[in-house]
């Protein structure tokens, strides 16, 4: 016990460093497992604004394909035409303004619910072949604005939305990149400067 004791008094200094070293450490690990439950719960919520918006595309796609390819006056379609418009509501609150996606949903939605209309509405049948004709029309001009603008403008708008190009960790490693090219060319430079004949 002795010879325990003489050898703590020996290493004082270190044991004294060791126990002030302790609680920072301590507090470092601490702040580290904060900093990556921040981060875990940041890219959760990504995730989850990710799967909404791709819920509204892929909702309005099965739309579009359920409009050109479906009986329209089925439960489902029905169902579809529900989703869809729930879907179009949730957009204006999980897109920027500026992208016009929202308007783009709500001008599909109003030239969908013509062709709707203009499909399965008796009435129209019992009228002259003039109206019918005019109705035909109508809704091919519908269904091209469908299939020509769109969709692909849709698919367009959204892709900045549903791409992981920008993603944290991409945008963290280009950054450490451009700092290891623009670390290594100045030590290139000092290199030459260095080699250089006076």
Same mark, same amino acid.
């Given at each position: 016990?002795?010879?325990?004791?003489? /050898?703590? &008094?020996?290493?004082?200094?270190? $044991?004294?460093?060791?126990?002030?070293?302790?609680?920072? $450490?301590?507090? /470092?690990?601490?702040?580290?497992?904060?900093?990556?439950?921040?981060? &875990?719960?940041?890219?959760?919520?990504?995730?989850?604004?990710?799967?909404?918006?791709?819920?509204?595309?892929?909702?309005?796609?099965?739309?579009?394909?359920?409009?050109?390819? %479906?009986?329209?006056?089925?439960?489902? !379609?029905?169902?579809?035409?529900?989703?869809?418009?729930?879907?179009?509501?949730?957009?204006?609150?999980?897109?920027? &303004?500026?992208?016009?996606?929202?308007?783009?949903?709500?001008?599909?939605?109003?030239?969908?619910?013509?062709?709707?209309?203009?499909? $399965?509405?008796? !009435?129209?049948? +019992?009228?002259?072949?003039?109206?019918?004709?005019?109705?035909?029309?109508?809704? %091919?001009?519908?269904?091209?604005?469908?299939?020509?603008? /769109?969709?692909?403008?849709?698919?367009?708008?959204?892709?900045?939305?549903? %791409?992981?190009?920008?993603?944290?960790?991409?945008?963290?490693? +280009?950054?450490?990149?451009?700092?290891?090219?623009?670390?290594?060319?100045?030590?290139?430079?000092?290199?030459?400067?260095?080699?250089?004949?006076?």
């Amino acid at each position: 016990m002795q010879d325990f004791l003489s /050898a703590l &008094t020996k290493y004082k200094p270190l $044991t004294d460093l060791l126990i002030a070293l302790t609680p920072v $450490t301590v507090a /470092a690990i601490v702040a580290f497992i904060g900093w990556l439950q921040w981060k &875990t719960s940041d890219d959760k919520f990504r995730f989850d604004l990710y799967q909404r918006r791709l819920n509204v595309y892929m909702t309005a796609v099965k739309f579009y394909i359920g409009l050109i390819g %479906s009986r329209l006056d089925s439960q489902g !379609f029905d169902d579809k035409k529900k989703e869809f418009h729930q879907a179009k509501l949730e957009s204006q609150f999980l897109f920027d &303004t500026s992208s016009g996606i929202y308007l783009l949903l709500e001008e599909l939605q109003y030239r969908s619910m013509q062709i709707i209309f203009g499909k $399965t509405d008796p !009435f129209i049948r +019992q009228l002259g072949p003039m109206i019918i004709t005019e109705q035909l029309e109508e809704l %091919s001009k519908n269904l091209e604005w469908m299939n020509k603008e /769109a969709m692909p403008s849709l698919a367009r708008k959204m892709s900045p939305y549903l %791409s992981f190009r920008d993603s944290w960790f991409s945008r963290f490693r +280009q950054r450490n990149d451009r700092k290891y090219a623009e670390q290594l060319a100045s030590e290139m430079n000092a290199m030459i400067n260095r080699l250089k004949v006076p």
